[in-house]
C-alpha cells in the first residue's frame, strides 16, 4: 500500500507509528513477505493499507478467525495488489468481532494526501486522538502486551526476555531538559522483584518499589533499564 497508494498509506502508517510510540504500546513492523509470522501475535494493524491481495486479505481472515485481534482503519483492502478497486470490501465480514476494531475516519493520519507535499518530519506529531488509538490496540490484543510502562509522551520504551527468563525493559527520556520524570513499569504476575540500572544517577543499580503490580522509577533522568526477576527467585 506505500508503494502504490503512498500519499495516502504512509501519513497513517507513520502515524500509527507515532500514537504507539508515545503511548508506550510495544509493536512490531511486519510486511507482506513475512505474514506467516502472524500468529506470534495477538493482533494486527492495518493502517490506511488500501492494496492487499487476496491472498494477503484470506491470510488476515484466517488470523482473526483463529482468535486474534484485528485494527484497520479508513480505505483498508478496497484495492487490490494491482491497484484495482473491489467491489465489495473483502474484510467486511470480520466488522463486530470482539476484538476487532474498524476507525473510518483514519485518526491516525498526520498529514492530508497532496500529491505535492509528501509526509515529512515536521509531520511526525503525535495524533491528537492517540489514547484512542492506543485503546483499540490494547483491546485488539486482548489486553495481552508483552509490557506496559506508564511514563510521559517523550519516554521511549523496549524490552524483552533474555535466555535466563528475565524481562529486560529500556526507558529513554527525550524530555530530559525538563528534569528527570516518574515512570512505572507494570509487571508480569509471576515477578518477584525489579531492579533500576541507570548511568545518570547514584547508585548505578538499585531495587524497585514494587506497588499495586507496578515498579515504581521515582526519578528518569535520561536512560534507564529494568530488569524484571520472574520465579521463585534471581
Known amino acids: 500500500s506505500v508503494t502504490l497508494d503512498y500519499f495516502n498509506s504512509y501519513p497513517c502508517v507513520f502515524g500509527m507509528e507515532q500514537a504507539l510510540l508515545q503511548e508506550h ?13 502472524l500468529d506470534r501475535y495477538e493482533a494486527l494493524v492495518l493502517a490506511e493499507q488500501t492494496c492487499l491481495s487476496d491472498q494477503e486479505i484470506a491470510r488476515i481472515i484466517a ?12 480505505r483498508t483492502g478496497i484495492y487490490d495488489e494491482r ?19 474498524y476507525l473510518p475516519d483514519n485518526p491516525e493520519r498526520l498529514s492530508a494526501p497532496e500529491r505535492d507535499h509528501p509526509p ?21 490484543a486482548g489486553g495481552r502486551l508483552p ?26 527520556n527525550y524530555a ?9 513499569v507494570a509487571l508480569p504476575a509471576d515477578a518477584n522483584s525489579a531492579r533500576l540500572l541507570t548511568p545518570d544517577a547514584a547508585p548505578e543499580e538499585e531495587a524497585l518499589a514494587l506497588r499495586g503490580g ?6 528518569l533522568h535520561t536512560y534507564a533499564m529494568v530488569v524484571i526477576e520472574a520465579g521463585a527467585g534471581p
Open 25 to 37: 504500546v510495544p509493536f512490531d513492523m511486519i510486511f507482506s513477505y513475512q505474514l506467516d509470522r
Open 63 to 74: 488470523f482473526v478467525e483463529s482468535g486474534r485481534g484485528l485494527v484497520m482503519t479508513g
Open 83 to 101: 491497484f484495482r478497486h473491489r467491489r465489495a470490501h473483502p474484510l467486511q465480514k470480520l466488522l463486530g468481532r470482539e476484538r476487532v476494531v
Open 120 to 140: 515529512a518530519y515536521h509531520d511526525m506529531r503525535r495524533p491528537e486522538r492517540s489514547g484512542e488509538i492506543a485503546a483499540a490496540v490494547i483491546l485488539a
Open 147 to 172: 509490557w506496559r510502562v506508564e511514563a510521559g509522551p517523550y519516554v521511549a520504551t523496549e524490552g524483552y526476555r533474555v535466555a535466563s527468563g528475565r524481562r529486560v525493559i529500556h526507558l529513554l
Open 176 to 184: 530530559n531538559d525538563d528534569g528527570p520524570g516518574r515512570a512505572a
Open 214 to 219: 507496578c515498579a515504581l522509577i521515582p526519578r
